[in-house]
């Protein structure tokens, strides 16, 4: 059985995000998508609503279960039995960063945890929670980039409704 862990801020969950999980739910037996809860940043959505709003766009996959966490990586993996975590990559400005925290994970757990990166799909290569936020700031349509509920949440918070 192996278990693997996508960790990210989902603030808010897009579909960029489904895509990978879709993707990784297949290669993997268990995905548990885990919202990661940093206190030292301001989201726009709580690690609770973010974790509820992935539960919703996720509850027609069986194996995809969603938790959050604050704290290591590598301790909540070894908490949870996992060895793999999942990482997207979009461009080569990803690339960096990810190499980096993939990097120091394998050396923080002994070897332990692994990081797998999936290619972005081309159509979503431009999307991220920050994009959908920064246009729904200024009242855009952000219906291509997140399922319709979502969309809806991140209008209330913003108090707009695209027509
Ligand atoms: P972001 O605000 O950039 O969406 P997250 O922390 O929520 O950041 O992202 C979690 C993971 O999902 C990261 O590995 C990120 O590279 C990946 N990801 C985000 N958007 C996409 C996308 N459109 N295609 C592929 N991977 C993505």
């Known amino acids: 059985m192996i278990r693997a862990i996508y960790p990210g801020s989902f603030?808010?969950?897009t579909y960029g995000h489904l895509d990978v999980i879709k993707r990784a739910a297949k290669m993997f037996d268990e995905i548990t998508v885990?919202?990661?809860?940093?206190?030292?940043k301001t989201p726009l959505f709580s690690a609770d609503e973010r974790v509820k709003m992935l539960q919703d766009v996720t509850s027609d996959m069986p194996n995809v279960?969603?938790?959050?966490?604050?704290?290591l990586l590598?301790?909540?993996?070894?908490?949870?039995?996992?060895?793999?975590?999942i990482r997207g990559l979009r461009a080569?400005?990803?690339f960096?960063?990810?190499?980096?925290?993939?990097?120091?994970?394998?050396?923080?757990?002994h070897g332990s945890l692994d990081t797998v990166f999936l290619a972005t799909s081309h159509e979503y290569s431009y999307l991220s929670s920050s994009a959908v936020k920064e246009i729904a700031t200024f009242g855009g349509d952000i219906s291509e980039c997140v399922p319709d509920h979502i969309r809806k949440l991140v209008e209330e918070k913003y108090a707009y409704e695209h027509q």
């Open 11 to 13: 603030d808010p969950v």
């Open 34 to 40: 885990c919202v990661l809860d940093n206190k030292a």
């Open 65 to 71: 279960r969603v938790d959050s966490f604050s704290g």
């Open 74 to 85: 590598i301790d909540y993996a070894a908490r949870t039995g996992a060895h793999v975590s």
């Open 92 to 94: 080569v400005t990803d």
């Open 96 to 109: 960096e960063y990810e190499l980096q925290i993939a990097q120091t994970n394998k050396q923080l757990s």
